[in-house]
């Protein structure tokens, strides 16, 4: 009997996202839900594919202190968001939230 072992890595979705078109998605599927985590942890994979230290330059943080706001543990600051969007080219952009019934007056 052989005793065989199996080998596995630990899965970065960043690898997959090389567009624009699939980070965006990835982005607008965290915006969808709300959820401040994924949110962070979402923007954090994208700069990951698009090269951590440039977007952290970009956004005129360290590379030590965007991993640390875009971690699942991190809250991020307003500004440190906005910068980080900038730096991927990427607008946060508000709709209406869809409602069952929406009255006015």
């Known amino acids: 009997m052989t005793n065989s072992k199996i080998h596995t890595v630990p899965f970065d979705a960043a690898i997959y ?9 990835l982005l607008n599927d965290a915006l969808e839900t709300g959820d401040p ?4 942890v979402a923007l954090g ?3 990951r594919a698009r090269g951590m230290a440039e977007v952290a ?3 005129g943080i360290t590379r030590e202190g965007l991993y640390k706001a875009l971690s699942p543990t991190g809250d991020p600051r307003l500004s440190t968001l906005m910068g980080v ?5 990427l607008q946060f952009r508000a709709v209406p939230a869809e409602r069952d019934h929406v009255t006015t007056g």
Do not use: D, V
């Open 85 to 89: 969007m900038k730096a991927l080219n």
């Open 57 to 59: 330059e970009g956004a």
């Open 45 to 47: 994979t994208i700069a």
């Open 37 to 40: 985590t994924y949110i962070a």
């Open 17 to 25: 996202l090389t567009t624009i078109e699939s980070q965006s998605e």
